[in-house]
């Protein structure tokens, strides 16, 4: 591997299976590796879902929230990806993501945070769901979030699938599947038709 894939693949833009997190053992790393999707822009997750968040099984995986709920052993893609290079994170920290897409795990993209810190960055961004009266004002995708990451992972399988391998090719197959979803370009189409008489 040249210099540069391994520094790329220590800060988590891209991932190496052959560069394993200090927080995980091969096996693991190889297995998460596999679930995932590299484009130019985020590391897409391609496998289990719950609520629009990779989901990923490892009983090894210890967390004192999560050992305080007596958890099952399958938790948050992205949780599992931050902890595997930074350990542990604190109690009642949450991983956010930077790049408002629920489905990315790219390691550079997440960073812990609160709930209420979430919230609040999720207003200012405008990605809360809001109604004044019947019209809604906020940028949140149309669909939801559980449904713009399934859009999302058939469309990069499917291009996966039909050969794709270019990143920026694969960005491309995401930025169309979250648009599909996009308030701002929905009400900006033109009419399918106009009434004249
Ligand atoms: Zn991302």
Redesign the pocket.
Known sequence: MSVVCEMLALVGCILDPAVVPPHTDAKTWARFCAKTVVTS???IWVAGLSDGYGTFYDERFRDVDLELLNHKPTLTATRWHYTAWNGPIEQRQRIM?R?E?PI?V?LD?LEPGTQQANIKTAAAHDRLVRRRGRVRVDRADVRGAAAQSRAVRFAVLEAVNSGVTDPTALSLVVAAAVALGDPDALSAQAPLFLLTW
């Open positions: 822009d985020h590391v993501h790049c897409l990315c790219r993209h």
